[in-house]
């Protein structure tokens, strides 16, 4: 199976700041990967797929890279909605497996 | 507007079994993998089982392997999982979820798009 490693687990940022979370692939997956923004309470919204192609209707401040076993989500200028946990997933290959997380909080 | 709708979740007594439900609407639901996400009490995200739009092809978590069952009913746009010898480690919030898709033409990958939409969740709670 391939494992995802998120870093940082968390992180705490002031509006207007640039975060960047990365995602680890223990084996390359090409560009198969995908990102989710969590609110508490909510189910998990799509923002990124195929590590760099924004979902439509996502703002255009997050933005996704990387390929093989590298990839990162960038935050260009928090804004307050940002505030949530961010999930990489890989879709490369069964089983699907997630990253662990990395919670947004407030400074 | 497209929307997925789970239903089914309960209290469950260990070994015990319980079916959830998914309906779709909005979308030509026969032409999507759908897949289920579950999400235990404060962790993250554990893909359990996608299914294919014909059904002839499924997919399972190895936590979940023999003990879950993905299927879909493609005229009544609805998805299911049979979940038999449940455990408390079972207890979470189940997710479906639609899996984006691109085409070119006739052809389309299914898989590798990411889940672009989401159901509310259903909780199970599997405890004596």
């Known amino acids: 199976d391939i494992q995802m490693t998120q870093s940082p687990s968390s992180v705490s940022a002031s509006l207007g700041d640039r975060v960047t979370i990365t995602c680890r692939a223990s084996?390359?997956?090409?560009?198969?990967l995908a990102w989710y923004q969590q609110k508490p309470g909510r189910a998990p919204d799509l923002l990124i797929y195929?590590?760099?192609s924004l979902q439509s209707g996502v703002p255009s401040r997050f933005s996704g890279s990387g390929s093989g076993t590298q990839f990162t989500l960038t935050i260009s200028s928090l804004q307050p909605e940002d505030f949530a946990t961010y999930y990489c997933q890989q879709a490369n290959s069964f089983p699907l497996t997630f990253g662990g997380g990395t919670k947004v909080e407030i400074k | 507007e497209v929307r997925l709708l789970e239903s089914g979740g309960g209290l469950i007594q260990p070994g015990g079994s319980l079916r959830l439900s998914c309906a779709a609407s909005?979308?030509?639901?026969?032409?999507?993998?759908m897949s289920w996400v579950r999400q235990a009490p404060g962790q993250g995200l554990e893909w359990v089982s996608t299914i294919s739009v014909s059904g002839d092809n499924t997919y399972y978590a190895d936590s979940v392997k023999g003990r879950f069952t993905i299927s879909r009913d493609n005229s009544k746009s609805t998805l299911y999982v049979q979940m038999n010898s449940l455990r408390a480690e079972d207890t979470a919030v189940y997710y479906c979820?639609?899996?984006?898709?691109?085409?070119?033409?006739?052809?389309?990958?299914?898989?590798?798009?990411?889940?672009?939409?989401w159901g509310q969740g259903t909780t199970v709670t599997v405890s004596s």
């Open positions: 909005g979308f030509t639901f026969s032409g999507y993998a």
């Open positions: 084996q390359g997956i090409s560009r198969w």
């Open positions: 979820a639609k899996n984006s898709r691109d085409c070119i033409g006739s052809s389309c990958q299914y898989y590798y798009y990411g889940l672009n939409v």
């Open positions: 195929a590590a760099s």
